[in-house]
T-cell receptor
């Protein structure tokens, strides 16, 4: 079984400022790690994922996350946010080798970008 | 990327009636789909795993007789909320996978039971 903890339920940030969303997980098996973004009344869109290899992964829109095995963390960062980054962000894990992509989600972090 | 279509995007129904939600993988075949439920300002909770050609696997605490799942083809899974009550009002989201390393989500269905 896995569990995911997102330490911040809400993060207000000014436009062009950096942001970090924290995510910690626990699992008895090896996991894949994901960050998803959700806009109001919509489904989830994948931001980035860690499967193996380099512990730093990047998205096309400027987000990056670093897998830290010793700290069981997968924090998400962006050096300069835009108004359009206002959304809910979910960290998720799935067990390596599990059928399909069955995800366990964190509680979510609501990012509110202020002008 | 792959596309998953969920229908309807919103539905209002009377208490005691049943509602069917469809989840389709449009450009790939998915032997496994997942159904999640999301309460306002909360995270997604897995309800069940939908397996093509076999019975769904429900998470602990989810009533299988209330939330009927059918996965009759490799591109379609349906979730039927039977005898719906106001407490069933929620946002329901499905996902489908090509591999075990990525899931594609539907747009979600907002169910309101009055």
């Amino acid at each position: 079984a896995q569990s995911v903890t997102q330490l911040d339920s809400q993060v207000p940030v000014f436009e062009e400022a950096p942001v970090e969303l924290r995510c910690n997980y626990s699992s008895s098996v090896s996991v894949y790690l994901f960050w998803y973004v959700q806009y109001p009344n919509q489904g989830l869109q994948l931001l980035l994922k860690y499967l193996s290899g380099s512990t730093l992964v990047e998205s096309i829109n400027g987000f990056e996350a670093e897998f830290n095995k010793s700290q069981t963390s997968f924090h998400l960062r962006k050096p300069s946010v835009h108004i359009s980054d206002t959304a809910e962000y979910f960290c998720a894990v799935s067990g390596v080798g599990a059928a399909g992509n069955k995800l366990t989600f964190g509680g979510g972090t609501r990012v509110l970008v202020k002008p | 990327g792959a596309v998953v279509s969920q229908h309807p995007s919103w539905v209002i129904c009377k208490s005691g009636t049943s509602v069917k939600i469809e989840c389709r993988s449009l450009d790939f075949q998915a032997t496994t789909m997942f159904w999640y439920r999301q309460f306002p300002k909360q995270s997604l909770m897995l309800m069940a795993t939908s397996n093509e050609g076999s019975k769904a696997t429900y998470e602990q605490g989810v009533e299988k007789d209330k939330f009927l799942i059918n996965h009759a083809s490799l591109t379609l899974s349906t979730l039927t909320v039977t005898s719906a009550h106001p407490e069933d009002s929620s946002f329901y989201i499905c996902s489908a996978s090509l591999t075990n390393t990525e899931a594609f989500f539907g747009q979600g269905t907002r169910l309101t039971v009055v």
